[in-house]
């Protein structure tokens, strides 16, 4: 994995993506595609569970890229603040800090007039769970075709269902190269290109739950076999591919507005580019720009700080989110700083219907004068209205050498929402001249 993130920090400006010849949404829909054409059932019987691949399975496709990519996409890059900063205004420099700022979070000090800082982090994310649910243990259901009269039950091949289980593993690896330079005492501009692998794995196992069968000898929907000794249980083609390339790119802006004061404050424009190919789940397939609040306060060896921000995202397969960083870094030795932080993401606004995974449908049927109602979840998923995420990042910078810091971080989620790994670690470089 480490090797071809690596070779992607020297192809990924020509290669963004996949070099084969399908995309891993492209493969994940033909595995659908398997699982739903029931080409050997008799008569027209194996194109009734093509409309669920056109409603459930493209719903499904949507609402995972959707929780891949932007958990990708969205991913902290760096921190734009240097491990040491200075103030120039009196025309020599003299040090800001103390200890060496947070991870990925920011405070209000500048890198200071004509420095640079520069560094290189890497991050491995390897999906556990999505809402709580185990990735190998997520179920889909795929109702049959409405034949007859609106609402399904009044024919028997409408109890007729099918569970599937693609035991999806899903991991990526980010090395992120970002760089600040201090256009004035107050003003930095920087830049953050993440270079990305994301592997997909698929394990699929799919049943027909056979009403038909079970109540007449004589199955209507099946994978192989008879219609008196059907074949039930299907395994489509297994995906074990890999993508590579750009992630989505971020220029970023902050100017420290006040300083000096009980609490500094500064201002900051983060604008990420939609430059990952989200077909590969390389990046979120669109643009977001990130306003932040910037407060924080050095006292002697102790920097507290709270960011506060708004992500834009300009599309409408996406919902805005305010974000909330509380947290701290602090200087444990001349060479040793422990940073620790708390982040929470919401999610604003109505729920976007096309990336809501299904929920469950009824079949209804009557027994004599007794009509019943059959409800059929269509996902084992919670069916939640947002993903609000709360996580703790904790970690250390250790100088090696003057303006030269070495870092270490994991990321921990706090509840069960969203796409989630239990724990992610980030280790990289820094340099500030």
């Not at 700022?101 to 491995?124: D, K, L």
């Not at 556990?128 to 009269?149: A, E, Y």
Request: a neutral charge; zero cysteines.
């Amino acid at each position: 994995m480490l090797r071809r993130v690596i070779l992607a920090w020297f192809i990924g400006l020509f290669l963004a993506g996949n070099i084969g010849s399908q995309t891993l949404k492209q493969q994940m829909n033909n595995m659908f595609g398997e699982v739903l054409n029931l080409e050997l059932s008799p008569g027209k019987h194996g194109e009734h569970f093509l409309p669920a691949k056109v409603a459930t399975s493209l719903a499904l496709i949507n609402s995972l890229n959707n929780f891949i990519g932007t958990s990708i996409a969205s991913f902290p890059l760096s921190s734009s603040t240097a491990g040491v900063t200075f103030d120039f205004s009196t025309g020599k420099p003299v040090q800001t800090s103390t200890s060496f700022g947070p991870m990925f979070s920011e405070r209000a000090q500048t890198v200071g007039s004509g420095r640079i800082n520069m560094g290189f982090n890497f991050t491995y994310i390897n999906f556990t769970r999505i809402r709580g649910i185990s990735l190998p243990d997520l179920r889909l259901t795929f109702t049959h075709q409405d034949v007859l009269q609106p609402g399904l039950g009044d024919s028997p091949n409408e109890f007729d269902t099918i569970d599937f289980y693609m035991k999806m593993d899903i991991a990526a690896a980010v090395m992120a190269v970002y760089f600040t330079y201090g256009i004035t005492d107050r003003l930095d501009l920087g830049l953050a290109i993440p270079f990305t692998n994301v592997q997909l794995k698929t394990d699929p196992f799919a049943r027909m739950n056979s009403y038909t069968w079970v109540s007449n000898d004589s199955a209507n929907h099946y994978y192989g076999g008879t219609t008196t000794e059907p074949a039930l249980t299907k395994s489509p083609t297994a995906i074990n591919d890999d993508a590579t390339g750009i992630g989505d790119i971020a220029i970023r802006a902050k100017y420290n507005f006040v300083r000096d004061k009980k609490v500094d404050f500064a201002a900051m424009l983060e604008y990420r580019l939609a430059t990952g190919n989200a077909d590969n789940f390389l990046g979120a397939g669109y643009s977001v720009l990130r306003t932040s609040l910037i407060g924080s306060k050095i006292i002697g060896d102790f920097a507290p700080h709270l960011n506060v921000a708004y992500w834009k995202k300009f599309t409408k397969l996406g919902r805005d989110e305010i974000e909330f960083i509380l947290g701290y870094d602090q200087k444990i030795a001349e060479w040793l700083t422990l940073a620790i932080d708390f982040m929470g993401r919401m999610e604003l606004g109505d729920p976007v219907e096309s990336l809501q995974f299904p929920s469950s449908v009824n079949i209804k049927y009557t027994v004599g004068s007794t009509a019943y109602v059959n409800p059929v979840s269509l996902t084992n998923l919670p069916n939640y209205s947002n993903d609000n995420t709360v996580s703790g990042l904790f970690g250390f910078k250790l100088k090696l050498k003057e303006s030269f810091l070495v870092m270490t971080n994991v990321f921990v989620p706090l509840n069960h929402a969203g796409l989630q790994a239990d724990v992610v670690p980030t280790v990289g470089m820094e340099f500030s001249f």
